[in-house]
């Protein structure tokens, strides 16, 4: 386990270095696993990351036996206080696990990160999902639809369709944008992570870990726009059809707490997230949260049995703030 700690951590700190001198629209993705892997010393990387100030900045769970993890029946979840950066509560936080649409957070990241965010595209055959019960906006190719509208779509909504557009707009195709998504979890420490599509159905070896969505997340949020996304109870989408004609869709968010389907506990005022579920994955559900104080929380639930399971588990993790 320390080892495995110890990689990661390494990988983040070397991350941060690396992206210290990168320009908002870097264009190469950089491998910094090499001189990491080789790594076999025993280290203490709770103390090197305290000397290094690492933990001034990302959540490190000390000890995971800490916690009781009957405390939720769901497959795992963290909650950290990422203005002190404390940990408040975790169960599996390193199990790797189906994620669904929590997915969108990285594919979120990565069209912000290096995406041209004023563009209006036309979309293409990558619309096209024929999944059983996926949700989609119902987007089809030959339409034009602002970025903007179809990365909010993607967060708000959660449309499938929405995130393979954001992906093709970005990378060009779905695999190229699943390589940057992978190459940009590695370099913010998400090493137990790897995506094989930007919308978050089910595949063979999709997975992320309950820490791994909280460092997608945390880094998702250094991002304004994120931060202006994630809140909003509904999109109005103006576009132009195929066939040249002008159309409006709206969408609204499944996300309970916005919706008032969900209440969180007294004293914390919930400022949005991810919502996601597939037949694998279950309920999942990415938090942001404020106490009282004005500190900021990040709760990840995976695996719960129900939609309204996920948010009385989610509430769970939130009544511990102190």
Request: aromatic share 10%; glycine share 8%.
């Amino acid at each position: 386990m320390k080892n495995r700690m110890f990689y990661r951590f390494a990988l983040t700190a070397l991350s941060l270095c690396l992206c210290s001198g990168c320009s908002e629209k870097a264009t190469v993705i950089l491998d910094p696993y090499s001189e990491l892997l080789s790594i076999e010393a025993e280290v203490d990387y709770q103390n090197m990351f305290r000397e290094n100030g690492i933990a001034d900045t990302i959540c490190v769970i000390e000890d995971t036996a800490a916690f009781d993890p009957n405390y939720i029946t769901g497959r795992a979840g963290v909650c950290f206080n990422i203005t002190t950066q404390e940990t408040i509560y975790c169960k599996n936080p390193y199990e790797q696990l189906p994620m669904a649409s929590l997915t969108k957070m990285m594919t979120a990241l990565v069209a912000l990160k290096y995406g041209n965010t004023d563009q209006t595209v036309t979309l293409g055959d990558e619309v096209v999902i024929t999944t059983y019960d996926a949700w989609l906006c119902g987007f089809q190719p030959g339409d034009q639809v602002s970025f903007d509208d179809l990365l909010k779509a993607t967060l708000v909504y959660s449309g499938n369709d929405a995130a393979n557009a954001v992906a093709v707009a970005v990378a060009g195709s779905l695999d190229e944008f699943v390589s940057m998504m992978n190459a940009e979890a590695a370099l913010i420490g998400a090493t137990d992570t790897q995506f094989k599509n930007p919308n978050g159905l089910d595949a063979g070896g999709h997975y992320s870990t309950a820490y791994d969505l909280y460092l997608i997340f945390n880094e998702c949020l250094k991002y304004p726009e994120f931060r202006e996304i994630i809140p909003m109870t509904s999109v109005v989408c103006n576009y132009t059809t195929a066939a040249g004609e002008n159309a409006v869709k709206t969408f609204h968010t499944g996300n309970g707490y916005l919706a008032k389907t969900a209440v969180p506990p007294e004293g914390i005022q919930v400022h949005g997230g991810k919502t996601g579920y597939t037949a694998n994955a279950l309920d999942c559900l990415a938090t942001l949260a404020t106490d009282q104080n004005g500190d900021e929380y990040i709760a990840i639930m995976l695996g719960a049995e129900s939609k309204q399971q996920v948010y009385a588990q989610t509430n769970q993790f939130l009544e511990k703030i102190p």
